[in-house]
């Protein structure tokens, strides 16, 4: 018996894919000219390690930045490991945004040096680097595992830069607690195998 599938295609998959991650992108650049505009006042809105009112921080700090130079330097890298990580589904997608944000935020929160202030992107970059580098492997996705070779090499020497504490003037322990939650989310968000069915 042949059954109609209700997934979608491939080429819808990468419209959505595709509209979510322009989306998230243009609100990023929306929120940083408005932040320009009120004499940079979203900064405050940064996180402040151990601090309890900063804890409500840690999901607006991802989607503000220091500058449009600072946000230039996360938006291609969001969009191309956004892109290759929603073609694997929007909702999956979401779900592992929201994991690595929160772990990441929650991670700066408690680690970070005092009085330093922390916001950007680039923690769910790293996140989705990671993500995107061990997903093939572990969905056993030879596809996905080729992506994430590819990735690994064309991105791996930026990303290694990014985990120096020597790199003064990034959050490096932001950067590392995002890529470690990217690799997390691999695991939790794995794809289900279907079980053996006969007819």
């Known amino acids: 018996m042949s059954t109609t599938s209700l ?13 979510l991650v322009l989306a998230w992108v243009a609100l990023l650049w929306a929120l940083e000219a408005v ?13 402040t390690p151990r ?3 900063e804890l409500a921080h840690v999901v ?3 989607f503000l930045h220091f500058g449009f130079g600072h946000l230039a330097s996360n938006t291609v890298p969001l ?7 929603a073609l694997g589904g929007v909702r999956r997608f979401l779900a592992v945004a929201a994991l690595i944000i929160v772990a990441d935020g929650i991670g700066v929160w408690l680690i970070s040096p005092p009085g330093s202030n922390t916001a950007g992107a680039s923690g769910l970059v790293f996140g989705l680097f990671g993500y995107l580098l061990v997903r093939g492997f ?10 994430g070779l590819l990735i690994g ?23 590392l607690i995002g890529l470690v939650a990217g690799v997390v989310a691999a695991f939790v968000f794995r794809r289900r195998r279907p079980a053996a069915t006969t007819a």
């Open 7 to 19: 997934e979608p295609s491939r080429t819808d998959r990468a419209k959505a894919a595709g509209k």
């Open 35 to 47: 932040d320009h505009a009120t004499g940079n006042s979203l900064d405050a809105y940064g996180i």
């Open 51 to 53: 601090e309890p009112g």
């Open 60 to 62: 607006p700090a991802s």
């Open 79 to 85: 969009l191309v490991f956004g892109f290759l990580a």
């Open 138 to 147: 572990v969905d056993r996705r030879p596809l996905d595992v080729g992506v």
């Open 153 to 175: 090499a064309i991105w791996g020497s930026s990303i290694l830069l990014g985990l120096s504490p020597a790199n003064t003037g990034v959050s490096w322990q932001g950067h």
